[in-house]
């Protein structure tokens, strides 16, 4: 246990940095806008007072590390301004829509583990099988599926021919879960098919190169049974190799979240980033990339210490 | 795969490349091009599935049956017909013209992300990793940053930011791209910077320009090369996103993306519009992965076995 604290404290020291530039990426997005950043800000048909009052408000005067550590300041103390169009508060807006986007992306990555992970282990008991080829042919297709062309053809069938599930629109999980889950379902699914692809592919050979490894081949010199050499041996040992690419999913679910938002009409930060890039509302972009990205670093924080506890050998060797 | 195999694979995949650049050259380009794709089928079919990809993409104005733009108001949301062959959409426009144009674009995007993410990924990868220590360290907490980000909400953010459009989009996606490219072509670097023909070549009193450029490049570069193809598919999705979500191409010119943003208009009403375009996305990234993949085999000799 010793070893896993000090790598914990570790972790969390080379992830100092890595926050600071990704903050710093964040702020920067004001400085790549083409023109003056505070008559952009100031928006359209903006007086003279107003451009001169924004250029105060952000220190537009001042020099760019001064400003980036004031805006750090604010940001500490969750304050990421407000909204260049409705002038709503950044941090209230994005705490009220991220609860839509994290139960979409948890539902999808469920979805995908529960679907990937044993396809993963099918195929590779199975190697060279036609099932095999199938979940394998499967798994090829799952990651050149545009995700927002299937949530299009899985609204088309379950919502408007079939009528199985809502078409779009969502439902708060703390008001009604059972409503919220039905609403996320379809685009859960749609979601998911990545994450079914990547888990399937690499899960299957992550097992197959443990399986025809010397180690494994011993275990069944010595009398060993296929099945025990799989569920004791085996999976035992691409189980870290399982939590780390599931861990890695959630970058890219966020990712296609922000697509599937808009085809299902979910009102979460995703469906808020891309409405708010096309207006310029530069500091709600901000504010969601930010959330999310900490997010991301937190989960690769988690899935490094999960994966320290399950194999002991990692705490040591980092 | 463990680190470990990766370094074995790749000093063993560069020794044999050694070996082979040390033999006379025998067969033409065209002749080993035709035994590979002889050999790999699923390389032959997305090679010419790919290349008439791009024939069509910039000989659109030549086979396109109608102007993509040209509106008729008479004939809205057909289903195919002799006349449209895959119908039109919501402002009488020919779907089959729209879709040619549409492969410009797609494969525009595509090459341009890649391009800028190979342009700055591989130098950076490369003098992290030639010159090592507090550079190469703080360099790469920089990749970890930008690699934290979701690929596609740093996209939306930079292209929100830099002013919507297919080409700002594009930078956006190769940006996100670059860390990826540089970590890879670092890791290689590692690799072959201590092969023995570098140390060899250290010896005879070669530069360090000589060195990255001769000897490091062109032997780390391989896997990058499959990195690159494979890219090329999540490049296209992107495009397809982005335009989808308005933030690329813009109307009126035709993206696969913007087209299926419009079918899902109508979907209820001309459901066949919402095919055609979300089949040349799934069967062009199909393409690239696959030719990725076939790439990563003829590279790498040992995976076949394990195949």
Known sequence: MYAIGRMILRRLGQLVPVVLVATFVVFSLVFIMPGDPAIVLAGDYATQERIDEIRRIHGFDQPMLVQYLNWLWNVLHFDLGQSLYSNEDVAKLISDRLPHTILLVAYALMLGAVIGIPMGIYAATQQGSTIDKLITSFASLGVAIPNFWLGIILVTYFSLTWHLFPATGAVSFWDDPV???RHATLPALALSTNVVAVLARQVRSALLEVLTSQHFRTLRAKGLGSSSILWKHGLRNVAATMLTITGLQVNRLFSSAVILEAVFAIPGVGALISYSALNKDIPVVQGIALVLVIYVILINLIVDVLNALLDPRVAAST | MTDA????????????????????????VATWLWNWLKHDKRAAISITYLAILVIAAILAPLFAPYDPNEQNLMDLLMPPSSAHWLGTDDLGRDTFSRLLYGSYNALYAAGLAVGIAVAIGVPVGVVIGFVGGWIDEAVSRVIDAILAFPPLVLAVAVTGALGIGLTNAMIAVGFSFAPVIARTMRAQTLVVKNAVYVEAATGFGASRAHLIVRHIVPNAIQPVIVEITL?????????????FLSLGVQPPESSWGGMLARAYHYVEVAPAQMLAPGFAILLTALAFNTLGESIRVLLDPTIKKKR
């Open chain 2, 5 to 28: 195999t990766n370094n074995n694979a790749a000093v063993r995949a560069s020794a044999e490349r050694a070996a082979v650049a040390a033999l006379p050259r025998q067969e033409s």
């Open chain 2, 231 to 243: 890219m090329l598919a999540v490049a296209l999705l992107a495009e397809a996103g982005l335009s």
């Open chain 1, 179 to 181: 409503e919220a889950l």
